[in-house]
């Protein structure tokens, strides 16, 4: 059936008012319309038909930047001209250009004291870097490469623009816990990917300009899976243009570390190493286009004062010949922010349009590392975030968790209360009244080891202290797997989620006060 019809058969049933719809007039204030006539428009039936086509094989996966992702934004901008919904941007045209660099590994040849050292085995370079030659005759030693409160292998160094070596691990005590925690659990600095991440934000932060981990059991890892990609001519990771890391970053085996300071692997004094070091770097780096969707109800009260509805539009793509369709991950999402804006939309024809202004955000990339959100929260926001009420974020809403027990009508909820009380209240407020969804906050624990908070699109804005929901069922065993399909999904849990999010956003644009925002992050 075509979204047209269905349109216009909604908005003449709303108008004419059946016997479970009340009837309405344009002299009553939007605060008493009861937004149930609207958001029954969103259908287990409609939102089925829109997915069948979004996480099809027809759209390939939807991979950032390729074929099937620009068939993606084209049907969205279809379905938002169908519905009569305009773009905030100039010239009726609903793509926010979202320039990426695909970031192939570069080639390094590092020689020490003129011996050579082999790529993929003793050097593998990590990040973005742009073609370039670095020589030193000195670098800094700086131990573990620790930043913490009680322990920082920098104390006493100058390392702003200079080449640095750090190696993994970290200290401990004489009875064998960590000098930075006082336990023997593992922290952030002690291996593998989350150690790496946080030397390399410690470095960052203090201004190195060419970073050298130490991490032989990394480093060969790192080497097979990047020699593997450089062999099978796949594309490379993707980054915004212009954001790329600024720090040369190169992590280093065994050998390559010995060559620069013969005992490293028992010291751990920080110091100035004399040496005659050669890093020679060769970009294989290129432009990738893609694009997040914008489209936008104007509010009729507060039009400047905006409420900011995503899901992310692109998924995996094709992998060793198969298609990943994404149908959960985040078809789901999409399809719910297609129904929701034409829930608004009916209400706007009936006079009852939104008191905040609406944007309905696609956003590309997220699979990347939230690149389509960073490019709008971070570079060009369309609307200022200072004016930004709430970004209600869509992920994954179509399925059920099988490690969860109990009610299978829940969804879990992640960062409602992190940055304003007012809208976790709302929140359950409105679910209460509406939705009667259990809302479950397992993964809204500050220590939650799957970081969940940090992984989808709502964190650019919460980082930017825009108060944040993200709407979540959990994974799956069809999780970033070609078996995520539309057969798979619960239409009748993606029909009472879409809902939810509907009534929320309904309140949060509606309500005659703003929300506040009284838990600022620094």
């Known amino acids: 059936m075509k979204k047209s019809l269905i349109f216009a058969g909604l908005a003449l049933s709303i108008l004419s008012c059946g016997s479970t719809q009340q009837q309405i007039t344009q002299k009553e204030s ?7 006539v609207y958001g029954k428009s969103i259908t287990e039936g409609e939102l089925k038909d829109l997915l069948y086509i979004y996480a099809s094989d027809e759209f390939e996966g939807r991979d950032t930047g390729s074929k099937g992702q620009k068939m993606a934004v084209e049907f969205l901008k279809k379905h938002y001209v169908d519905l009569d919904i305009p773009s905030p941007l100039p010239g009726g045209n609903y793509y926010q250009n979202v320039p990426l660099i695909s970031q192939k590994a570069p080639e390094v040849d590092v020689t020490v004291n003129g011996v050579a050292f082999e790529t993929y085995t003793d050097v593998v370079p990590l990040g973005s870097a742009t073609t370039q030659t670095i020589t030193a005759s000195d670098i800094i030693y700086a131990g573990y490469g620790i930043d913490s409160e009680n322990y920082s292998s920098y104390d006493g160094l100058d390392v702003k623009g200079k080449i640095v070596l750090i190696k993994a691990g970290e200290p401990k005590n004489n009875d064998g816990t960590y000098v930075t925690s006082g336990t023997t659990e593992n922290t952030k600095w002690s291996s593998g990917r989350q150690a790496l991440a946080s030397k390399r934000e410690a470095a960052m932060n203090k201004g190195v300009k060419t970073l050298l981990y130490m991490d032989d059991a990394y480093t060969k890892s790192m080497g097979n899976f990047m020699q593997a990609a450089a062999k099978s001519g796949g594309g490379g990771r993707l980054s915004l243009e212009g954001k790329q890391d600024n720090m040369v970053q190169i992590l280093i085996g065994d050998n390559l570390g010995k060559a620069l300071l013969a005992d490293i692997e028992t010291d751990d004094t920080s110091k100035n190493i004399k040496t005659n070091l050669n890093i020679k770097i060769t ?33 995996e793509g094709i992998k060793n010949g198969e298609i990943y369709n994404g149908a959960d991950d985040d078809g789901s999402g999409t399809v719910a922010l297609l129904e929701i804006a034409e829930a608004f939309k009916l209400a706007e024809k009936a006079g009852h349009g939104p008191k905040r202004s609406i944007l309905f955000l696609h956003v590309t990339g997220e699979e990347k590392g939230l690149l389509g959100s960073s490019y709008y929260a971070d570079i060009e926001p369309i609307f200022p975030l200072e004016n930004t009420v709430a970004n209600l974020n869509i992920d994954m809403i179509g ?15 992640i960062g409602s209360d992190k940055l304003s009380t007012d809208l976790h209240n709302i929140s359950e407020e409105v679910n209460n009244k509406y939705a009667n969804v259990t809302l479950d906050y397992t993964y809204n624990d500050e220590n939650d080891p799957n970081r969940f908070y940090y992984r989808s699109d709502h964190y650019n804005f919460a980082k930017n202290n825009v108060p944040v929901i993200f709407y979540f069922n959990g994974t799956h065993d069809d999780y970033h797997r070609p078996s995520d399909t539309p057969d798979k ?16 956003a309904w309140e949060l644009a509606n309500r005659d006060a703003r929300i506040v925002v009284d838990k600022i992050s620094k």
Do not use: Q
């Not at 490690?403 to 969804?411: A, E, H, L, P, W």
């Not at 999904?489 to 929320?504: A, G, H, K, P, Q």
């Open 30 to 36: 939007i605060t008493s319309i009861d937004p149930t």
């Open 283 to 315: 970009s294989n780096s290129e432009n990738i286009s893609s694009e997040n969707v914008l489209a936008f109800i104007k509010g009729s009260e507060k039009p400047d004062e905006v409420i900011v509805l995503s899901a992310h539009l692109d998924h």
């Open 399 to 413: 399925r059920i968790d099988p490690k969860r027990t109990g009610d299978r009508n829940y969804v879990y909820l």
């Open 489 to 504: 999904i619960n239409y009748d849990l993606l029909e009472n989620r879409t809902r939810l999010v509907f009534y929320t």
